[in-house]
């Protein structure tokens, strides 16, 4: 039978004679066949295994540690996947080479190109960390969850700031015109409603700082962290915001050890190389249906560890990000704009009803309101200063505060 073996190389396949074969005999045929010395060898048929970064990382993956289990006993049967980390480097059996001419193959310049274009994992993301604010994940998560089920993909565009040490702080989520399935998203987006959210971030002291969406219940039954589509529209949106920091959070429902759902927040980097490839051109960007999501197909051959390959699995292009929450300075109790129910100015009475007792220039203090009255104010003037009220928590204007008033009393 074959079984197909996943690593930092790509995809590979092993020719198994003993379908009940134990452990340790399968770590021999992969030592003889693909030349991973045994010692070397961490398996396990969690593909989360090849995000590791460390030998403490490592250990936590014993499905496949004892050597003496049968491969059958943990279902693995033809056609199945397992994942393999390796250290260290591997010298793999090429072609025969039959040179032309004195100074052998004749090269094309798309050849040479190719060969500069080596698709490895960066260790390292240029983000040290990602820190969202509990009340916009919470919005954004919950909303997916409970109105949504899961059951088909929801994006949103990530605003914040970036400290010199590139932490990214996440403090609000605008949310465009989009059209979610099971598989794709699609972002409508409105470029007047993007200039009032762009106004409103500048008096806010923030700027556009990451992309995050969601997959559904149906891809967990995929094996991959992102889909080819997902890599592509994750490079564009990274590469369209022109910031080294810039982060991909992806949300989605993972089952708990007591058969639960929890909602659970994963972030990443696409990796330099990724966004060099996608802006220049590299990428197919008419996927099949048929094609494996697995894995992004280039226009050209790129190398990929020991290979000239036209297929990248979708892994090296990710560089996993650390999260963390934080408590930032807006609110994010006000509805939120393009969902199932439009905004109308009674949800702005009914909003600055709810908070009555409080200073005005707190209850405006939510990004969403903001971009309601941005709709009736002037972008370049009116909607600046008072982000900046909101910003420095400063007294909001008389003509201003009686403006919002009368416009929420009209609804």
Known sequence: MMIRIRSRDGLERLSIDNPHLTIAQLKTLIESQLRVPIAKQTLSTNQNLLLTKTVEDLARFTDMANPQAPISGLGICHGSMIYLSYDGERTVAGPNFNPAGSFGRKMTMDDLIAKQMRVTRQENPHCELVSF??????AFQHYV???LAFAVKRGGIMYGTVSP???VEVDFIYEPPQHGTEENLVLLRDPDEERLVEA??????MRKVGFIFTQTIGQNKKDYTLSNAEILQAAELHAEGDLKEWVTAVVKLEVNEEGGADVHFEAFQMSDMCIRLFKEGWFEREVGEDADPK?????KDVVVGVKDTKEVDNDFFLVVVKIFDHQGPLSATFPIENRNTPVTMRALKNHLDRARSLPF????SDFHLLLLLARFLDVKADVPALAVCVQTQTAVPEGY???IE??????
């Open 133 to 138: 604010d509990r009340d916009a994940a919470n």
């Open 145 to 147: 969850n409970e109105s």
């Open 165 to 167: 040490e590139g932490k």
């Open 200 to 205: 409103i971030a500048l008096g806010l002291g």
């Open 295 to 299: 894995l992004s197909r280039m226009k």
């Open 361 to 364: 220039v707190k209850r405006i």
């Open 401 to 403: 505060q009686l403006l």
């Open 406 to 411: 009368s416009m929420a009393s009209a609804s």
